[in-house]
């Protein structure tokens, strides 16, 4: 099989699994709290990390990293693990995963906002109308349609989900300037982002042996939402000729998603959801086309 082959392979591996998660988010949260999840996903997460990288016999980069590294690590591991999935996972205990799911997906919309000030990005007014067209998506999802009423089904739980979304894209920004090796990184940041969450769960949680059920959705999302998931991402991306042959794929994941959401969470797909999610990519691409760049 050629690199291009295994790419393709890899991505669609990828993209399937990332599907299932918001199921898993939602079937889980019914036997741990969103702080508990996230403890225990993370260790998982930790753990495959960490034997990724021994497999690999790249160990000896995390003697290499300087303490200024060390620091970056610290900083990034703030934004991603602990307040990304605090946040997220709070809005999957509050809203139905269908509406928690696309809402999230906004973040490539807010990353063209927040290039703005922070990278000193000059964004062209065709790209405000599709950023436009993408927060109709927003408003069609979080009112369940009725958006001159107004009305939001959970206005806390939108919130927190579009929240969620400005913290991936502050990560995505400030990762990219990162050159380590992508597995390493992640797994200091995670090993950061646990002393973070440790400290919050013992303050505003518990610390307890979960059942089987829990147990099984914690190792779950720690495998397949931040380990193996990520390691298949991050070698498609090496393989790949270019992103561009492989980034599409990326737009199946929230209809999938709706799909998985149905027949495994058991929540009826509103047609609102469905328009909403549709604005919202429509949007994505549309900002993301070279002619609007």
Partial sequence: MDKQ??????????????STVASAFKISLHYLDFLQLLFYASIVSIMFLFATLLIQNKLYLLKSYSQKDYLYSALLGFFNP?????ILFKAYSLLPAQEAQPLNYTWPI??????IPLLGQKVRLKSFFAIGISFLGVLTISTQGNILGFR???FGGALLALGSAVIWALFWIYNTRDRRDD?????LNFIFGFIYLLIVLLFFSKITIPDIKGLLGATYVGLFE?????????????L???????????????FLSLIAIHFFVGETILFSTIIGLIFIIIGIVLQQHRSLA
């Fill in 5 to 18: 082959k295994q790419a393709y392979t890899n991505t669609i591996i990828a993209v399937l699994l990332w």
């Fill in 82 to 86: 602990f307040l990304y999935y605090i």
């Fill in 110 to 115: 807010m990353l063209v906002l927040l290039s």
């Fill in 152 to 154: 939001f089904t959970n």
């Fill in 183 to 187: 597995i390493a990184k992640l797994l």
């Fill in 226 to 238: 931040m380990g193996i998931t990520f390691v298949l991402w991050s070698k498609a991306l090496k």
């Fill in 240 to 254: 790949s000729k270019t992103t561009a042959k492989i980034s599409n794929f990326i737009y199946l994941v929230p």
